[in-house]
């Protein structure tokens, strides 16, 4: 009989820190997350555009019913020689015109990879001033573990004008003029790649040269979910001592950066949705752009030994 009681406590247990988790995000003012269970309960209102920003196979396979399907290449700007540049706030309304999508409708975005591609696409519609975006906590593994439906069938779309503000104020984004002229001041400039990138150790497909910029210091954004379980955000606690450890204060300028300025976006929604750091920007060009450029300075440790 013990071992029933045991078992039982030990399921209350889970069950209890599983709901002060969720509560933990709702202390903040998480404008930009949503819960699946909260959408589950507006997902087939008119003016809610769920997007599944994976893979266009991955999407087809399975995804959430009224999804529609955007990828990175779908948000990119093209005429650079270098790849992942955020496309221009023209594309941007083309593109959503052509999905249905009005300035007056909410969007939802999820992805399965700790909402660190949903996050870039987010991070774009911010800096065009379009704030109507909540990323669901957990992704489509959340959803379905909340038995939210799922379906193969590609949802029929009728155009529409997505017409942003003539002059955004681009809140979150840095140039690499920009960063180039950081070098020498007290802004911080935060590496979120993995730590074999930022020795020089590994380069990365896109990258013409290893190595990081100088001055940076290192945090692999993964650091901030549970990347080999559910990939889900860890909690508020765990990520302000995460980030306390590198002696960053929440009024201090920063510039995130990584490989093309995706891994970073979800820095940035971290730091500044999540835990309140006032003054946050994202390199879009990041190190693809970067090591592009022979005149600008990089370091690096080691020899490179990978390249993929």
């Given at each position: 009989?013990?071992?029933?009681?045991?078992?039982?406590?030990?399921?209350?247990?889970?069950?209890?820190?599983?709901?002060?988790?969720?509560?933990?995000?709702?202390?903040?003012?998480?404008?930009?997350?949503?819960?699946?269970?909260?959408?589950?309960?507006?997902?087939?209102?008119?003016?809610?555009?769920?997007?599944?920003?994976r893979k266009k196979e991955i999407y087809e396979n399975e995804h959430i019913v009224g999804a529609l399907n955007l990828w990175r290449t779908d948000i990119e700007d093209t005429?650079?020689?270098?790849?992942?540049?955020?496309?221009?706030?023209?594309?941007?309304e083309s593109l959503f015109g052509q999905l249905g999508i009005t300035t007056d409708?909410?969007?939802?975005?999820?992805?399965?990879?700790?909402?660190?591609?949903?996050?870039?696409?987010?991070?774009?519609?911010?800096?065009?001033?379009?704030?109507?975006?909540?990323?669901?906590?957990?992704?489509?593994?959340?959803?379905?573990?909340?038995?939210?439906q799922v379906t193969t069938q590609i949802p029929k779309v009728n155009t529409a004008?997505?017409?942003?503000?003539?002059?955004?104020?681009?809140?979150?984004?840095?140039?690499?003029?920009?960063?180039?002229?950081?070098l020498n001041s007290n802004v911080v400039i935060l590496d979120t790649r993995t730590s074999e990138e930022f020795s020089g150790k590994r380069q990365k497909k896109g990258a013409?040269?290893?190595?990081?910029?100088?001055?940076?210091?290192?945090?692999?954004?993964?650091?901030?979910?549970?990347?080999?379980?559910?990939?889900?955000?860890?909690?508020?606690?765990?990520?302000?001592?995460?980030?306390?450890?590198?002696?960053?204060?929440?009024?201090?300028?920063?510039i995130v950066y990584c490989h093309s300025g995706v891994r970073s976006a979800h820095t940035t929604f971290v730091l500044t949705q999540l835990l309140g750091y006032k003054h946050v920007k994202n390199y879009d060009g990041s190190w693809t752009e970067w090591s592009y450029f022979n005149d600008l300075p990089i370091n690096g440790n080691n020899i490179t030994l990978i390249k993929n």
């Amino acid at each position: 009989m013990s071992w029933k009681i045991s078992i039982i406590l030990y399921l209350l247990i889970i069950s209890a820190c599983k709901h002060e988790k969720a509560n933990d995000f709702k202390k903040v003012e998480a404008t930009y997350l949503i819960e699946a269970n909260e959408l589950k309960g507006i997902a087939q209102q008119p003016n809610i555009k769920i997007i599944d920003f994976r893979k266009k196979e991955i999407y087809e396979n399975e995804h959430i019913v009224g999804a529609l399907n955007l990828w990175r290449t779908d948000i990119e700007d093209t005429s650079y020689t270098y790849s992942g540049i955020m496309a221009s706030k023209t594309q941007i309304e083309s593109l959503f015109g052509q999905l249905g999508i009005t300035t007056d409708d909410t969007i939802i975005v999820y992805d399965d990879n700790g909402l660190c591609e949903a996050s870039r696409l987010w991070w774009i519609l911010q800096n065009y001033d379009f704030k109507n975006i909540k990323l669901l906590h957990g992704g489509i593994s959340e959803w379905k573990s909340n038995n939210g439906q799922v379906t193969t069938q590609i949802p029929k779309v009728n155009t529409a004008v997505f017409k942003l503000t003539k002059h955004p104020k681009m809140q979150y984004y840095v140039s690499k003029e920009q960063v180039s002229d950081a070098l020498n001041s007290n802004v911080v400039i935060l590496d979120t790649r993995t730590s074999e990138e930022f020795s020089g150790k590994r380069q990365k497909k896109g990258a013409t040269k290893a190595g990081r910029i100088p001055n940076s210091i290192h945090i692999d954004w993964a650091e901030t979910i549970n990347y080999n379980g559910n990939k889900h955000l860890k909690s508020l606690k765990e990520l302000e001592i995460i980030y306390s450890e590198l002696n960053i204060k929440k009024n201090d300028s920063i510039i995130v950066y990584c490989h093309s300025g995706v891994r970073s976006a979800h820095t940035t929604f971290v730091l500044t949705q999540l835990l309140g750091y006032k003054h946050v920007k994202n390199y879009d060009g990041s190190w693809t752009e970067w090591s592009y450029f022979n005149d600008l300075p990089i370091n690096g440790n080691n020899i490179t030994l990978i390249k993929n």
